[in-house]
């Protein structure tokens, strides 16, 4: 059941949530959570830069230890921001990738508190401030939104998944409001396919959901369009009761039970959206989506 009404697709993107009146106790509690997270990420990325040493020296692409200190870090960063949360289901095994539903800033610490993974983010976020060390230092891959950059950014995504890296794509291009599921772009599925990855790798659907705060407009922890990260981060701070957070994992699926990257693309869509109870389905959901 939805939580409240919400605009068209089509119109979405321009709605806008009425600002939060942020009072002197919510300041302070946003001082006191935001000294605390500062405290836990930037102590840990001290040992996580001493354990990258010997890692990057013994093990090369591999990274039998930091991953471990990551999923530390955002478990605990989710409970000093004071969310709920729940994951359902279990991370696969096997060597693969993961593709999820976006939100917002939030998914980075939802998702790895649930599996040790590493993003695939817009090349951008690596000159973002405070924010761009931390990717960086985590292993994110950085793409280019370029067509000249596609060949070589094949190569870096099939070489990461060869070295057993997990990696977590959002293909909807975009971060929502929470409450959309976007039509999932195919062209970075590409990369499963190619020199006969398709026959090693599994793609593991997940579905992330957020419920807003008891009370407050359904779309509370969606960062989307042109809304500011440091006011948004403020807002969640501020925030006396946290809502909840669901991290749902999907049975894996073998590479090679589609014919393409747009029948996974389309297979991993529906997956994601129809275990989201919130989201709403776009014109494009009509379209039959190919079984696995």
């Known amino acids: 059941m939805r939580q409240a009404p919400f605009p068209p697709v089509a119109d979405w993107q321009a709605e806008r949530m009425a600002p939060l009146r942020i009072g002197p106790f919510g ?4 001082a006191l959570r935001g000294v605390a997270l500062a405290g836990l990420t930037y102590g840990c990325l001290l040992v996580f830069l001493l354990l990258r040493l010997p890692e990057r020296a013994f093990f090369g ?36 990738a993961i593709v999820a539903n976006h939100a917002g800033w939030i998914d980075i610490f939802s998702l790895n508190a649930a599996d040790r993974v590493y993003f695939v983010s817009k090349d951008d976020v690596a000159g973002w401030p405070g924010i761009g060390i931390l990717a960086r230092a985590t292993g994110t ?26 990696l977590l ?4 291009g975009t971060s929502t409001d929470t409450l959309h599921v976007l039509p999932f772009k195919a062209p970075l599925f590409q990369a499963f396919f190619t020199h006969g990855m398709d026959r090693v790798l599994q793609i593991q659907p997940v579905t992330v959901v957020y419920h807003a705060p008891r009370g407050r407009d359904p779309r509370y922890y969606g960062w989307w369009a042109d809304m500011g990260f440091a006011a948004h981060l403020m807002q969640v701070l501020a925030t006396p009761r946290q809502g909840r957070i669901e991290v749902i994992f999907h049975p894996p699926v073998p590479v090679d039970a589609f014919e393409g990257r747009k029948a996974l693309a ?19 959901a009509a379209a039959p989506v190919p079984e696995a």
């Not at 794509?169 to 909807?172: A, G, T, Y």
């Not at 994601?272 to 494009?284: D, K, N």
Request: contains cysteine.
């Open 61 to 96: 692409l591999h990274r039998p230890w930091t991953p471990f200190l990551t999923q530390f870090v955002c478990r605990n960063a989710l409970r000093i921001m004071g969310f709920r949360y729940r994951r359902k289901g279990k991370p696969m095994a096997g060597q693969g």
């Open 27 to 30: 300041y302070a509690l946003a």
């Open 141 to 166: 891959m950085f793409i280019a939104r370029k067509g000249t950059e596609a060949k070589r950014q094949q190569e870096m995504m099939e070489e990461r998944l060869r070295a057993g890296h997990r």
């Open 266 to 284: 389309a297979y991993c869509e529906r997956v994601i959206r129809t275990a989201h109870p919130l989201a709403a389905a776009p014109e494009s």
């Open 169 to 172: 794509f959002f293909p909807e």
